[in-house]
């Protein structure tokens, strides 16, 4: 006899493309060493912490070193100060009423997207756009819900929904019956978004098929239009059938100070084999308070920071700076005849390679030939064939050199 | 059709116990509002973070505010500078050799113990101590590897080892085949620790019967005995069977900052259902890459900082503070007739309940006539009926006022 290891595991197609990404440049850069790379695949944030929140955050650490201010263990679910903030200053100014304890902080809205599934019955049917941010179809394949991936890319008896040019990267509803559907908007990786009309249709979906919509906006902040919503709670009865997931990452560039958050209002429920209703945010809670440990007190400090008057204005100045990279990098390659998406609510802009080159062919020709970095979009999913992701998180410098390198290029 | 929860959640016999405690004592306060009530349950540390450490926080905080500085994600499994000093300093002086990939930084042993189990195949026994730290049990009934509990408190298909003073606290060797044995030396909740020689003969039978030891080591700062073994790798051929989980909570005062590792070395193995071996290194890495972002980067600065010369001074400092309170808890419950064990190479202290009392009568006699709270042992397994867990976490005048107290009752 011998331990038996996770099958499910074995199932996992490839590494996170990452990975790959970065072997590649490695290379390159091993055999170019004189090359000024302009990296513009990972979504990583690279202006600093707004000065409100470092403030906040270094006072919350000399805290730690006072016995009488000192903390300890905190509540998983996070301190209320932060909770009460999120709901006063994210959601009643949309209108949206929630209660302290529907909110759950975490140190990662990766981690939250990822365990979320664990409350979840096996026998659930997933449903994820494609292209799709690849650790919601990852974390529920190593849980078991999925089989092998087919020769099209796609795992076996997980429902794709495919955005792509042709409908405007707006998912069409599902065909056959599903019960969890991933939704991410503004969208990583393809940058769109869907207005509040559309939305409108994914919640009145959710309704008449009792399924239950998991939505990530971690990208929210970089909304500009007013007819798409920031909060999934801005339509009606969303509350009943959709859990929502924010971060600090994207709009205040917690990246690597690590602090988001999950919604579960009270009013979601789902059913036992006997068909009794449960609600959700008492499995979250249970889930969360006996697998977490909740997040550093000092970073929660400083998360309460991004809501003052300073932080606020501070990290607007930072969304606008990416954003107006973002439009730089759209013009720029519109002006070249190459076709872009996204980039308007979103810090991703979503190329159409040219000359139906494959995504990997159009990484490999920019990075060795105008040394940039970008995400091949089959990464995030067979639909992603043929796209290319450029992200707006560099500074201005770096975007405005990384555009006229690829405008002297000859496609 | 509905969406279908995780039934497992359903087994879940009780909240953890600690929410019980929590009622008993809000309830009391409420009604004794002058009452001066001394916590002595859960396992929290209440001295500050050492000075050296609030530095290296409060210096790599201002670095995140500087666009030079400024760090946006990190490694998903810690960065090289912290898992290095790991490997020097706490690895190095007692002999074992690991590399840098063998380490995992995370936010927490909780965390880590209880999402280990993901990695390995449903059909595994699980073994544990009893009484033992919930969250092993807790997270793999979550998962499915257990039935419901049954009336001797035990979940079916769970091997329980009792560990009581009848057999010193040492637990026998399992009778029945097992898979994944959880063993947390210096033990929480008795307090107990076993000898080179007694953890020796579990590595012997890991290896004899294809089993891997899950070892939490959070508490090994408080060894003190030559003969406590501080990792498990210091026995010989433990890299091949044994999983080890350490955290800053209890050395350096880490509970509301939050930084642990697991050491996954590359000799351990598990198979497959065609008997195809697998490493778990690579397995628990890629667990980590895709549901976990890393560890807050001001934190592993101020984790790294632990191992600095005047870091180390500062937590032999807290350290022997609380051995101290653990030696006067002892001292001053055995002046009075009751039997306690622990304490001697941890900061708990395991009471045998006077005049066969169950661990829930002790508590309520303590609160009560002494104003004190502990925690029952009942709550950490069926074998700690008649028990009763007391930390020296609490200050040096609290753990003395606390002792005065119950030196006054006719017990």
Same mark, same amino acid.
């Given at each position: 006899?011998?331990?038996?290891?996770?099958?499910?595991?074995?199932?996992?197609?490839?590494?996170?493309? @990452?990975?790959?990404?970065?072997?590649?440049? +490695?290379?390159?850069?091993?055999?170019?060493?004189?090359?000024?790379?302009?990296?513009?695949?990972?979504?990583?944030?690279?202006?600093?912490?707004?000065?409100?929140?470092?403030?906040? @955050?270094?006072?919350?650490?000399?805290?730690?070193?006072?016995?009488?201010?000192?903390?300890?263990?905190?509540?998983?679910?996070?301190?209320?100060?932060?909770?009460?903030?999120?709901?006063?200053?994210?959601?009643?100014?949309?209108?949206?009423?929630?209660?302290?304890?529907?909110?759950?902080?975490?140190?990662?809205?990766?981690?939250?997207?990822?365990?979320?599934?664990?409350? @979840?019955?096996?026998?659930?049917?997933?449903?994820?756009?494609?292209?799709?941010?690849?650790?919601?179809?990852?974390?529920?394949?190593?849980?078991?819900?999925?089989?092998?991936?087919?020769?099209?890319?796609?795992?076996?008896?997980?429902?794709?929904?495919?955005?792509?040019?042709?409908?405007?990267?707006?998912? +069409?509803?599902?065909?056959?019956?599903?019960?969890?559907?991933?939704?991410?908007?503004?969208?990583?990786?393809?940058?769109?978004?869907?207005?509040?009309?559309?939305?409108?249709?994914?919640?009145?979906?959710?309704?008449?098929?009792?399924?239950?919509?998991?939505?990530?906006?971690?990208?929210?902040?970089?909304?500009?239009?007013?007819?798409?919503?920031?909060?999934?709670? +801005?339509?009606?009865?969303?509350?009943?059938?959709?859990?929502?997931?924010?971060?600090?990452?994207?709009?205040?560039?917690?990246?690597?100070?690590?602090?988001?958050?999950?919604?579960?209002?009270?009013?979601?429920?789902?059913?036992?084999?006997?068909?009794?209703?449960?609600?959700?945010?008492?499995?979250?809670?249970?889930?969360?308070?006996?697998?977490?440990?909740?997040?550093?007190?000092?970073?929660?400090?400083?998360?309460?920071?991004?809501?003052?008057?300073?932080?606020?204005?501070?990290?607007?100045?930072?969304?606008?700076?990416?954003?107006?990279?973002?439009?730089?990098?759209?013009?720029?390659?519109?002006?070249?005849?190459?076709?872009?998406?996204?980039?308007?609510?979103?810090?991703?802009?979503?190329?159409?390679?040219?000359?139906?080159?494959?995504?990997?062919? @159009?990484?490999?020709?920019?990075?060795?030939?105008?040394?940039?970095?970008?995400?091949?979009?089959?990464?995030?999913?067979?639909?992603?064939?043929?796209?290319?992701?450029?992200?707006?998180?560099?500074?201005?410098?770096?975007?405005? +050199?990384?555009?006229?390198?690829?405008?002297?290029?000859?496609?």
């Amino acid at each position: 006899m011998s331990v038996k290891i996770n099958e499910n595991y074995l199932l996992l197609k490839s590494n996170y493309i @990452f990975a790959e990404i970065n072997r590649r440049v +490695e290379k390159f850069q091993k055999e170019n060493p004189d090359a000024q790379v302009i990296k513009m695949g990972i979504g990583d944030v690279t202006r600093p912490l707004p000065k409100a929140v470092v403030d906040a @955050f270094e006072s919350a650490v000399l805290e730690m070193g006072q016995v009488e201010s000192f903390m300890g263990y905190g509540p998983e679910q996070g301190y209320s100060f932060l909770r009460e903030e999120i709901i006063e200053k994210d959601y009643k100014k949309l209108g949206v009423e929630l209660s302290t304890d529907e909110i759950f902080i975490s140190d990662a809205a990766k981690c939250d997207t990822a365990n979320i599934q664990e409350i @979840f019955g096996l026998e659930n049917i997933i449903a994820v756009t494609d292209p799709v941010y690849p650790v919601y179809v990852d974390s529920n394949v190593m849980a078991g819900r999925s089989g092998p991936m087919q020769d099209n890319g796609q795992y076996k008896g997980i429902v794709y929904l495919p955005c792509t040019a042709e409908n405007n990267f707006i998912p +069409e509803l599902p065909e056959t019956p599903v019960d969890l559907i991933y939704l991410c908007l503004p969208n990583n990786p393809t940058g769109t978004a869907l207005t509040r009309e559309e939305l409108t249709k994914w919640i009145d979906y959710a309704k008449e098929n009792n399924s239950i919509i998991l939505f990530d906006a971690a990208y929210e902040a970089y909304v500009t239009e007013e007819d798409i919503p920031r909060s999934i709670y +801005e339509i009606e009865g969303a509350k009943e059938v959709a859990i929502e997931f924010r971060s600090f990452s994207k709009n205040a560039g917690f990246t690597g100070t690590r602090c988001a958050f999950t919604v579960v209002p009270k009013d979601i429920t789902a059913v036992d084999s006997e068909g009794k209703t449960h609600d959700l945010n008492s499995l979250w809670n249970r889930r969360q308070t006996t697998k977490f440990n909740g997040v550093s007190y000092p970073v929660q400090v400083a998360a309460k920071a991004v809501y003052s008057p300073e932080g606020q204005k501070e990290i607007k100045e930072s969304i606008e700076y990416y954003l107006k990279n973002a439009g730089i990098i759209r013009e720029s390659m519109e002006k070249i005849g190459i076709k872009v998406y996204g980039g308007m609510n979103s810090p991703y802009i979503w190329v159409k390679t040219p000359e139906n080159m494959d995504s990997w062919e @159009f990484f490999d020709l920019l990075l060795n030939k105008a040394n940039i970095v970008g995400t091949p979009g089959v990464g995030f999913g067979p639909s992603g064939e043929g796209y290319f992701r450029l992200t707006a998180f560099n500074t201005l410098e770096n975007t405005i +050199e990384a555009m006229n390198r690829i405008s002297k290029l000859s496609i």
